[in-house]
Every structure is written in structure tokens, then in C-alpha cells.
């Protein structure tokens, strides 16, 4: 008689039979499609329509990363309210207030889990299909960017934006707008010049990112006091393999009055905001170009950015120029530059001044050719 199959032997698997795939542990959680990144700070005007705004979105399959930078009115209390009905909701709160957006987003993009990232401004909002629409190009191209050119401006400045309410169309992008979704050129010079000749606007809330792509390339917001988002893309621009630009309109960009950069009204708070851009911006845009072989090999390159940076703020402190008079200035600039410029203060505050008194000239000379212009035809 045979004797019986011992009971703890392992049953052996025929060589030649397939081994059937192991399903994932039950306690893995699913990865989401998208993560929305919205970072917040007295917003309780706006914030449940912001929201609402992404919770209705056709595309599903998401998280909404919500980073309160301490705020002080009844914005954080709003999300947690929204949280409670809805999982796919995280509410983080700073330890402290970072006074910009960027700690906000840069906590959002670590904490992040979806294959792509999206960042929403707490006074704007998704239309229903933003999302859909992005993810769809998204995988199409296999895109590590998807980079839209225009948004929906509320017209008459609307607080409460619903369907019956009317919009124009709104971008700071020249060069034309396309009809059709394409890959952006893959060509590093040319590149670069498109974003010096604004092609690639810097916004970086109409645009979806691949996070495998933002992590591996550590890309994230440097702490300045604006404009943060348009070094941020020009990293982007200059990394990014595959861009995937398409016409789709899906964001709504809202006017807010109390938004940082409308905040700096006094002329001290205004030139500290932007020299600090201008300054360190410089600097940040220096370090990264120092990394890539293509600006150390082409140095009339590396000044495009950097000369792109400091003119559209030389610009914007114009109007400083129409309000003061030279010698209210030079106080004023003087100021602001000795906390970088140490005992070359005076040099650099002349030059300071003569490039906004050349460019006044400029400006004046142009009007008057353009009335003579008009009175000759």
C-alpha cells in the first residue's frame, strides 16, 4: 500500500504552465489620475466656488490638495466643511504664513500622488471639463506638459461666476493661438526664444504637469514675492521632452483685488517686490543655465531669460515715474538697493533711474510721432 502525500508538502507547479499574477494587497491604496494643487490664504469669498469648482469636474478620478497658509478669516473652515463630504479632499495647514505661493505649492507637489499635477489660484476656477480635456491630450501625446494658451476672464469683473455668466477670452501668450493640439518644438534654442518673446507664458495654473517628470527633475517654486511661476516654467520650458500645446480654454481666471501683487500700492512695497524679482530672480535663472550644457556653450542665450525677468519689471515700475518726482525716487530706490548693493548703492541707483528716464524719453518721442503722424495724414 502507498503510503499518503505528506500534508505540508508544497504542491509543485508544472514547468511549463503559467504562474497566474499575484493581485495587489487590498490596503495598497489606488494612485489618483490628477492631483490639484490649491494653495489658500483669505479666500473665504471665493474658495467654496473654487472648489466646487473641481469637485464637479467631469474627469474623476482625482485629489485636491488644499494648503492653508494660515489664513485669518473663515477660508480653512470652508474647506474642512467640504472635506468632510468629499475624500478626495486634503486639507494641510502651514505652521506659519510663507507670504507667497510657493511654500503652499511646493508642499502640494511633495504630498502629491497623481500621475499629473494641476495648480488652481483659490479665487479662479475649472470649467467642467478641465480636467478631461488635459488628461486626454495628456496621454494622447504622452506629454510631459500640457500647456493651454488662453482663459476665461469674467466680463464686468463678476464675483459669482455661473453658467448664464458671460466671458471673454483672455491671454498674455503672443504669437498666435492654435487650432489644433500639436507637439511643441523639442529644440532647446528655439525654446528659449519663445519665452523671451512671450510663446511661453509662465502662468502655471492653465497648464498640467507629469509629476514623474517634475519630481525627477526636482523642479519647484522658489521663494520670491512674485513671479515665482514664470521661473518656474521657464525650468519647465527648458527640461520638459515632450510639450503639448492645445487650444482648449479651461480655465477661469478671476479678478481679485486683494491678490499679492494688486496688494503692493505704496511705492516702497512695490520696488521691494520687484527688485527682489529682478535680483534674485536673476540669480535663480543664473544658477539654473550654470547646469545646462547649452547655455554654458551659448552665453547669448542665457541672457534672453535673464533680460526677459528684468524688463517686464523695469516696466512695471514705470509708473512709479508718473507720480514722484526724481528726487522722491532716488530716496526710495536708494533704500530698497542698499540691502543688496552695499557701497555700490549710488552707482547702481543712477543707473536705476537713467534706464526709467531713457525709457520715459522713449516713450514721450513715440507719442508725439504718432500725433504728428495723425495731423500729416
Not at 494641510?92 to 507670504?99: D, M, P, Q
Not at 516702497?268 to 545646462?292: P, Q, R, V, W, Y
Amino acid at each position: 500500500m502507498a503510503n499518503p502525500k505528506n500534508k505540508n508538502q508544497k504542491k509543485q507547479t508544472p514547468k511549463n504552465q503559467p504562474v497566474a499574477p499575484q493581485s495587489p494587497p487590498a490596503n495598497i491604496p489606488r494612485l489618483p489620475g490628477v492631483t490639484v494643487i490649491l494653495p489658500m490664504y483669505n479666500a473665504q469669498r471665493y474658495i467654496k466656488s473654487c472648489v466646487m469648482s473641481v469637485l464637479n469636474q467631469t474627469f474623476r478620478d482625482f485629489e485636491l490638495i488644499c494648503v492653508d497658509d494660515c489664513s485669518t478669516d473663515e477660508t480653512l473652515r470652508i474647506v474642512v466643511e467640504l472635506a468632510q463630504k468629499d475624500s478626495r479632499i486634503k486639507v494641510v495647514r502651514l505652521a506659519k504664513n510663507s507670504g507667497g505661493a510657493s511654500e503652499p505649492r511646493n508642499t502640494g507637489i511633495r504630498l502629491s500622488r497623481g500621475k499629473y499635477i494641476g495648480f488652481l489660484d483659490a479665487d479662479d476656477m475649472y470649467t467642467p471639463t478641465a480636467l478631461e480635456e488635459m488628461v486626454i491630450a495628456g496621454e494622447k501625446f504622452q506629454a510631459d506638459v500640457v500647456h493651454t494658451e488662453q482663459v476665461y476672464f469674467p466680463e464686468n469683473q463678476t464675483i459669482d461666476v455661473t453658467p448664464e455668466t458671460k466671458f471673454t477670452t483672455f491671454s498674455k501668450e503672443k504669437g498666435g493661438f492654435c487650432k489644433e493640439a500639436f507637439l511643441e518644438t523639442d529644440n532647446l534654442a528655439e525654446r528659449v526664444q519663445m519665452f523671451y518673446k512671450g510663446r511661453f507664458f509662465g502662468w502655471v495654473h492653465n497648464k498640467l504637469y507629469r509629476r514623474d517628470y517634475i519630481m525627477e527633475k526636482n523642479i519647484h517654486f522658489d521663494k520670491l514675492l512674485t513671479s515665482e511661476d514664470i521661473i518656474f516654467y521657464f525650468q519647465v520650458v527648458c527640461t520638459a521632452p515632450r510639450i503639448v500645446r492645445v487650444p482648449n480654454i479651461i480655465y477661469i481666471y478671476r479678478h481679485n483685488p486683494n491678490s499679492i501683487t494688486r496688494k503692493m500700492v505704496s511705492i516702497e512695497e512695490s520696488l521691494h517686490a520687484l527688485t527682489h524679482l529682478m535680483i534674485e530672480g536673476s540669480k535663480i535663472l543664473d544658477d539654473f543655465m550654470n547646469g545646462i550644457e547649452f547655455f554654458v556653450k551659448n552665453p547669448n542665450y542665457r541672457q534672453l531669460p535673464i533680460d526677459y525677468i528684468i524688463q517686464q519689471h523695469l516696466i512695471w515700475t514705470q509708473r512709479f515715474y508718473d507720480k514722484y518726482t526724481p528726487a522722491q525716487l532716488d530716496v526710495a530706490v536708494r533704500k530698497e538697493l542698499s540691502k543688496y548693493c552695499g557701497e555700490f548703492t549710488p552707482f547702481f541707483a543712477y543707473i536705476y533711474g537713467a534706464i526709467h528716464s531713457y525709457r520715459q524719453r522713449l516713450v514721450t518721442y513715440d507719442k508725439e510721432l504718432k500725433e504728428l503722424k495723425a495731423k500729416v495724414q
